[in-house]
């Protein structure tokens, strides 16, 4: 897979020489010791591997980046060695060179990723299009992992499954606006939708979301990405192999509880836990009981 990809691990400073300065703030903002980069043919990633022991991919959704999982690490990293990165189009990772967002590419650059981090299995969690993801590459790489656990994940395409922020991008108009910044009113809506509790909604939770988005590149990704043609391949999840952890917000306003069920009644060794009070993103409106309970999932032996 990776003999003919070009690969160039460096340093948070070299990164930050070939970036505009204009970007340098929020990147230094966004960074920790922890955060690596890699480019792969190109394409910069911005990563982090924590822990020790059996490794755990997490995978964010959209409008989101691998500060998603900043709680939930802190709780896993004690028991998983936990690999997280920006995804292509988001975060300090930036927008994709061939401005390809299909699942099958992005499932292949995962597959990719891992090889060239020397990781053979693993586990994988996502959220929202990070869980499609997710049971997409259990689907197409069964060999590489070996449990899932799926966070309100898409998958399923009919007009009650597609959030609002993918119907506004459609939008011809908030299209064309959205290509050059995503406002941060917009954002403070959406978070609005996605908690339950709205105390969660910090001013620093906004301005993450705000200043992540709108790195250069990244609102042009992100209409690039919800204009692609979708696929759905709904109808493959019986072929899933690894036990299956759904974890899905009762008061979710994106995705709806509905397919939680239907993730649940197709994927053959599958369980599902339901929060109530909690929204879309339950590893940060909930992280201790999500986080507490993918680890027993996890640890169980089958």
């Known amino acids: 897979m990776t003999a003919s990809v070009s690969i160039e691990k460096l340093s948070q400073t070299v990164v930050l020489n070939r970036i505009q ?3 340098q703030a929020v990147f230094k903002k966004y960074m920790t010791s922890a955060s690596k980069f890699i480019y792969i043919d190109g394409q910069r990633v911005h990563y982090r591997v924590e822990g020790k022991g059996t490794p755990l991919l997490l995978i964010h959704g959209a409008f989101a980046s691998l500060h998603t999982f900043d709680a939930w690490t802190t709780i896993l990293k004690k028991h998983f060695k936990v690999i ?5 189009g988001f975060g300090l990772s930036g927008p994709k ?11 292949d650059f995962i597959a990719t990723f891992l090889e060239i981090l020397g990781v053979e299995s693993c586990h994988i969690a996502g959220s929202s299009l990070g869980g499609w993801t997710a ?12 449990k899932l656990v799926m966070l309100d994940a898409a998958g399923f395409i009919d007009s009650d499954s597609i959030p609002l922020p993918f119907k506004m991008a459609r939008t011809p108009f908030l299209n064309r606006v959205a290509k050059y910044t995503i406002r941060k009113t917009v954002l403070e809506v959406f ?8 105390e969660r909604i910090t001013e620093e939770l906004i301005d993450r979301y705000y200043e992540l ?4 590149g990244n609102p042009e990704a992100f209409v690039r990405m919800v204009n692609i043609k979708l696929v759905d391949n709904t109808h493959k999840l019986h072929r899933i192999e690894q036990p299956t952890l759904i974890i899905w917000g009762k008061q979710d306003n994106w995705l709806p ?5 239907k993730f649940n009644l197709e994927i053959p060794n599958a369980e599902l836990l339901i ?10 409106e909930c992280p201790v009981i999500s986080a507490n309970d993918t680890i027993e999932f996890l640890l169980r032996k089958e």
């Open 275 to 284: 929060y109530d009070g909690a929204g879309h993103i339950p590893q940060e």
């Open 135 to 146: 049971w997409e590459l259990c689907l197409r790489y069964p060999s590489m992992f070996d």
């Open 257 to 261: 509880l509905k397919n939680a069920y």
């Open 21 to 23: 300065p204009s970007m």
């Open 191 to 198: 978070m609005k939708q996605v908690f339950v509790n709205q």
């Open 97 to 107: 060179i061939d401005n390809n967002y299909a699942m099958s590419v992005n499932c």
């Open 84 to 88: 997280r990165l920006d995804m292509p």
């Open 213 to 216: 988005n709108n790195l250069p």
